[in-house]
């Protein structure tokens, strides 16, 4: 019997300079279901949406809805036939509210003069009392958290009457509370007749909520599986192309002197003035990996640019290697020994407009290596990013050539994380180093933060993860509302006592433990 199926994307093949993204590639959407694509950063996952939504068109290959065959020529073409997209990097404008940003280029008219915003704010909140996706639709964009903003981008979708969504990487910017939030929305969606295509990297995600699952690898179709038949391992397998180690392999760490110590630090929110560090103090020390826990907006950001300089302090010290960097610039830290992985890749980790060897050689482009007299050296600056390229495993069309914009955003991550740990400082702060990455690179990203405690370096890493927190972790520092409230050692807890501080519900006194 031949099954009824909504979209069909039949041998499709798309290709950008020096790389074939899809090659050949057919994928078929039931009626109801969650069906999952996974594949490593780079396999063509994003690519293949951007084909079904209308922002590429393919070199080769048909698209077919409810068995017609049709022609998807913009995202106004795939809005038209109930097709919706949350991309990876939401696509909002952040002077705009939450309710201007949901009907841009959908708004209500009065008299075919008026945009009539009564109707329209009727609509949306309607929309979002019935899927329970709470917002505030006078908010503007640039001050909500970044959970909030992927509630507008799929209220977005359901204002225009989408039943094909289409969700890419929907968990990776996400609190572990906001992913169940998410989780449950996918299913009542597909209960509801909605179908649904979900870019993942996440095995446990996609075997909670997918019903079945298409792997990607090198831009090529592997396998579709039911998820029921399958397991993480063999996911895991068909994504990378060999078996994939979920558990952290690492010697009893041996801290040795205090790398970075911060006193009584207070910063308040840009946004309200609340005080957001309250008093913080602690040190991390050569050759540990000390952990800050929390869940998101409970301080982790303020701190890390605070610490980075990408944020003035109201009070208290910061110190490196027994200097006080308190007030120093960004190089001036960079210089006595700091190395970041900022939470932001596009914001604060990458020049978009830039080629991957300058992104690479950012943090040393003004050594006599790699200039003269003002000029760059640009084949020195080349080699050196042919070397991070290829020990980093950077997918990148082009080569050193390539634009950082055009690359999927696990690359992105891939380009900060190779600059940071060759950059060989004495303290690393890593904020959510593995962020959008698949379980090939976790692996290696997580082997290669061990390397650099094991040699002696300090690593500050803050993380959304707790399996991240508990595998990678040599003592753990819980925050909740701009304060420490807990110090772990991983071993003599679990994560079940760690969500109870990270809610709030215990505290010690972490003074008095020192």
Do not use: W
Not at 284 to 312: D, F, M, P, R, W
């Amino acid at each position: 019997m031949e099954e009824n199926y909504v979209i069909e994307m039949l041998n499709i093949t798309k290709s950008f300079p020096g790389i074939i993204a899809n090659d050949n590639i057919s994928l078929q959407l039931k009626k109801g279901e969650i069906h999952a694509l996974l594949g490593e950063n780079g396999a063509g996952k994003s690519t293949l949406m951007s084909v079904l939504f209308g922002l590429y068109q393919p070199e080769k290959g048909i698209i077919k809805k409810d068995g017609k065959e049709v022609k998807i020529n913009d995202p106004n073409d795939a809005t038209n036939l109930g097709i919706g997209m949350v991309h990876q990097h939401f696509k909002l404008v952040d002077i705009f509210t939450v309710l201007d940003n949901i009907i841009l280029g959908s708004e209500p008219m009065k008299g075919g003069i008026f945009v009539d915003r009564k109707k329209a704010r009727k609509k949306v909140m309607d929309l979002s009392e019935k899927y329970g996706l709470k917002i505030d639709p006078d908010a503007k964009v640039q001050d909500i958290s970044v959970g909030m903003q992927q509630r507008v981008e799929i209220l977005k979708m359901l204002y225009r009457s989408s039943d094909i969504l289409i969700f890419d990487e929907p968990t990776a910017v996400l609190t572990p509370q906001e992913i169940d939030e998410l989780m449950e929305i996918m299913r009542n969606f597909a209960k509801e007749g909605k179908s649904i295509l979900f870019i993942s990297h996440k095995l446990n995600e996609i075997m909670a909520v997918a019903d079945r699952v298409t792997v990607l690898r090198k831009g090529k179709h592997v396998a579709t599986v039911n998820v029921k038949n399958t397991t993480k391992e063999k996911l895991a397998e068909m994504m990378v192309g060999r078996k994939v180690s979920f558990t952290v392999d690492k010697k009893k760490a041996e801290p040795k002197d205090t790398v970075l110590k911060v006193d009584n630090l207070c910063v308040k929110s840009k946004l309200n003035k609340k005080m957001v560090n309250n008093n913080i103090s602690f040190s991390v020390h050569a050759g540990e990996i000390l952990c800050i826990a929390g869940i998101e907006g409970n301080g982790q950001t303020e701190l890390a640019y605070a610490l980075s300089g990408l944020e003035k302090v109201d009070s208290g010290h910061i110190e490196l290697r027994g200097k006080d960097i308190t007030n120093m610039s960004i190089r001036e830290r960079n210089l006595v020994g700091m190395a970041h992985i900022p939470e932001d890749r596009q914001k604060y980790g990458l020049i978009l407009d830039y080629p991957l060897s300058y992104n690479l050689v950012m943090k040393k482009y003004f050594e006599k290596k790699f200039q003269s007299a003002g000029f760059m050296k640009e084949k020195e600056i080349a080699t050196y990013s042919d070397e991070l390229i290829k020990q980093y495993d950077i997918r990148s069309g082009q080569g050193s050539d390539t634009m950082a914009r055009s690359m999927s955003g696990g690359n992105q991550q891939k380009v900060i994380v190779a600059r940071e740990l060759d950059y060989d400082a004495p303290l690393l702060i890593a904020v959510q180093p593995t962020r959008g990455l698949d379980v090939g690179a976790i692996e290696y990203i997580h082997k290669q933060l061990i390397k650099v405690r094991d040699e002696g370096s300090a690593i500050l890493l803050i993380s959304l993860e707790l399996d991240e927190v508990m595998d990678v972790s040599d003592r753990i520092l819980v925050m909740y509302e701009g304060e420490i409230v807990g110090e772990f050692d991983p071993k003599k807890t679990n994560v079940k006592e760690l969500g109870l501080y990270m809610a709030g519900a215990k505290r010690q006194n972490v003074e008095e433990k020192k």
